[in-house]
C-alpha cells in the first residue's frame, strides 16, 4: 500500500472514470490531509486482524495524484513473477517504482522474473494490472470487462505468460442516460475463495453475462449480486485477505458495507468475516476504494 503525499482529483483519469468527483470548497492541503488520515486508520484496521501490510511512503517528486491506488501499475504472484502494466493517463505512469521490489525482496520476498507490458502504452494500448482484471488464483482464470483501459490482445497475452484462461466481456453503467464502460473490472466484480460479488446488470450482453456466471458457478463460488446503485458505492470493490490464524476476512470501505443489505451481509458471513474502513474521501475524488489500495503480495518467501 503506497501512502499519499499529494493526493487529489485526478484530472487525466477523470474521463473515463466516472465515480470521480470535485470536493467545492475544499482546499487540496485539506484533501490531502484527510486522505492520510484515512489511509493511515485502514492500515491500523488491516494491521490490527494480522494482516501483514508493507506501507511505501509517496515521495514529493515527481506529481502522482493517484499513487494510493498501486495494484493498477504492479501485480504479484506464486511463481515470483511481477507484472508491470501500461496506464492509460500519462502522470499514472510515474507511478511505478523500482524500490517497491527492493523493499519486497529486503522482507523476505522472492522474485523470479519481471514481466513489463509498459511499452504498450507507445501504442495506446493499456492494460491496467488488478483494476483492469480480477484473478482466480485457485481455478487460474482472469475476468476482464474491456474498456479504454483494457485492451483484449494484450490480457491474452498476460495470460499466456502467467497461465491463467480468460473470461471476456463488457461491463457498462448508465452515464447521463448513455451505458458507457465501466472503466475496471475490480468495480464491478470481487472473487473470493468461495463466492464472488458481482454486479450482472452491468453486462448488458446475455451471452457474456451467462458465460460469466457459469464460469463462476462450475468453480463452486456462490454469486452475491450487487446492483447498479451498489456499484456506485463501491460494493464491487472488495478483496479477499487473509489475517491472523489464517483467518479470511473480505475488505471493503464503510459506503460499500452501508450499502449491503442485510441478506447480502449474511451470505458473505457464511463465507468469511467482515472488515471495512471509511475512505470517503478516497473514493470520492479517487474514484477507486478499498481494493484499489491494496497491491497483493502473493510472491514465494527466499
Not at 488520515?37 to 486482524?49: C, H, M, N, S, T
Not at 446503485?229 to 489464517?246: C, H, R, S, T
Not at 458471513?269 to 470517503?280: N, P, R
Request: with cysteine; glycine share 4%; net charge negative.
Amino acid at each position: 500500500m503506497v501512502r499519499p503525499i499529494a493526493f487529489r482529483m485526478n484530472e487525466q483519469t477523470a474521463v473515463n472514470n466516472y465515480y470521480q468527483q470535485e470536493l467545492d470548497d475544499v482546499k487540496p492541503r485539506t484533501v490531502q490531509s484527510k486522505a492520510q488520515l484515512e489511509f493511515d486508520a485502514y492500515v491500523e484496521k488491516l494491521r490490527g486482524i494480522g494482516v501483514n501490510v508493507v506501507v511505501i511512503q509517496d515521495t514529493d517528486e515527481p506529481d502522482t495524484p493517484d499513487s494510493i491506488f498501486p495494484n493498477n501499475w504492479i501485480s504479484f504472484h506464486q511463481s515470483g513473477n511481477v507484472g508491470i502494466y501500461p496506464m492509460f493517463a500519462e502522470n499514472r505512469r510515474l507511478e511505478r517504482r523500482e524500490d517497491v521490489l527492493e523493499v519486497l525482496e529486503a522482507q523476505g520476498f522472492h522474485i523470479e522474473n519481471i514481466i513489463d507490458y509498459t511499452s504498450a502504452e507507445e501504442e495506446e494500448v493499456f492494460l491496467e494490472g488488478t483494476g483492469s482484471m480480477a484473478l482466480d488464483r485457485i481455478h487460474r482464470k482472469a475476468y476482464c470487462a474491456l474498456s479504454p483501459r483494457a485492451d483484449e490482445t494484450l490480457f491474452i497475452e498476460f495470460c499466456e505468460d502467467f497461465e491463467y484462461s480468460p473470461v471476456v466481456f463488457v461491463a457498462n453503467q448508465t452515464v447521463e442516460g448513455k451505458r458507457k464502460a465501466i472503466y475496471h473490472t475490480n468495480v464491478m466484480m470481487c472473487l473470493a475463495e468461495t463466492f464472488a460479488v458481482i454486479c450482472l446488470d452491468s453486462i448488458d450482453d446475455k451471452k457474456e453475462r451467462e458465460n460469466v456466471k457459469k464460469h463462476l458457478k462450475n468453480d463452486g463460488k456462490e454469486l452475491i449480486v450487487i446492483t447498479e446503485k451498489q456499484v456506485e458505492n463501491f460494493a464491487g470493490n472488495m478483496l479477499q485477505v487473509i489475517g491472523a490464524n489464517n483467518e479470511p476476512y473480505l475488505v471493503m470501505s464503510q459506503s460499500a458495507y452501508k450499502t449491503l443489505t442485510s441478506s447480502q451481509i449474511q451470505t458473505i458471513e457464511k463465507h468469511c468475516k467482515i472488515l471495512y474502513s471509511d475512505i470517503e474521501t478516497i473514493e470520492t475524488c479517487g474514484g477507486g476504494s478499498a481494493r484499489c489500495m491494496m497491491a497483493e503480495v502473493f510472491l514465494p518467501k527466499k
